[in-house]
């Protein structure tokens, strides 16, 4: 499961390390902290052979039928082993994959009774990564702004000991033939399975982060000063 991470890498860097022109979205993006599903999150699609960067919010919500008297359930990730196979992710995943960069992600470790304490996954030096998305075009309900769905997998043997998913993490020379549409859809299930990342960790952070309004960089310190890690890029 992913159900909330943090970008806060400069626009420019981002711009350079995943190949999109930033101007578009000047004023757009904002540094986060603390992101949960429903905010507009930055997302980079291909553009013929070009890649495009647009924010887009995070989360589907899916249409229900006429007499159905239950509440839409928001769809904010989509299971690696299936989503070649459901009906609501098949044609996104044919043809609308794209990645959405992020520093890092929260997952809750449980402890004794019913206590769970947030834990940060991220690269070691800082550097951002992508996660594997699939996006849809703007909803009626929501003219204006296209969503996505982040991918999740099993989890790896650095995040099994907190939650048995996690986000599907891409290296960079995968990027190209995710977001390709002349990549062989067997080729694309296999990005998707599970690896280990040796240059990922995992700590605990402040339990502030546990309330979806609370924002900056103190809610990813790890030595009680409120002093995030330094931002680091390749």
């Known amino acids: 499961m992913c159900g909330r991470f943090g970008l806060f890498a400069e626009l420019g860097d981002l711009a350079g390390h995943f190949d999109f022109r930033a101007e578009p979205l000047q004023g757009s993006y904002l540094p986060r902290w603390n992101i949960p599903p429903t ?4 997302a980079i699609s291909a553009d013929g ?7 887009m919010r995070w989360g589907l ?5 006429r007499n159905s008297k239950s509440a839409p359930r928001l769809l904010f990730n989509a299971r690696a082993e299936t989503i070649d196979q459901r009906p609501i992710f098949r044609s996104a995943f ?7 960069p992020a520093n890092g992600f929260y997952e809750w470790k449980a402890g004794a009774g019913r206590t769970k304490t947030p834990q940060w996954v991220s690269h070691r030096d800082g550097h951002p990564v992508a996660f594997a998305g699939i996006w849809y075009a703007a909803q009626p309900s929501d003219e204006s702004q296209a969503v996505c769905v982040i991918i999740t997998t099993a989890a790896n043997a ?13 290296p960079p020379d995968q990027y190209d033939p995710w977001l390709s549409g002349q990549t062989d859809p067997d080729a694309l299930l296999e990005l998707l399975n599970c690896r280990d990342w040796p240059e990922m960790s995992v700590r605990e952070v402040p339990s ?9 960089p ?3 310190a790890d030595d009680g000063t409120g002093e995030a890690p330094p931002r680091l890029f390749p």
């Open 158 to 170: 650095l995040v099994a000991s907190i939650h048995d998913r996690m986000p599907v993490i891409l």
């Open 94 to 100: 044919a043809g609308r994959r794209c990645l959405v």
């Open 49 to 55: 052979h070009d890649r495009a960067a647009s924010m």
């Open 218 to 220: 103190h809610l990813i």
């Open 39 to 42: 905010s507009p999150v930055l």
């Open 61 to 65: 919500t899916p249409s229900r039928g």
């Open 208 to 216: 502030a982060v546990n309330r979806v309004a609370n924002d900056g």
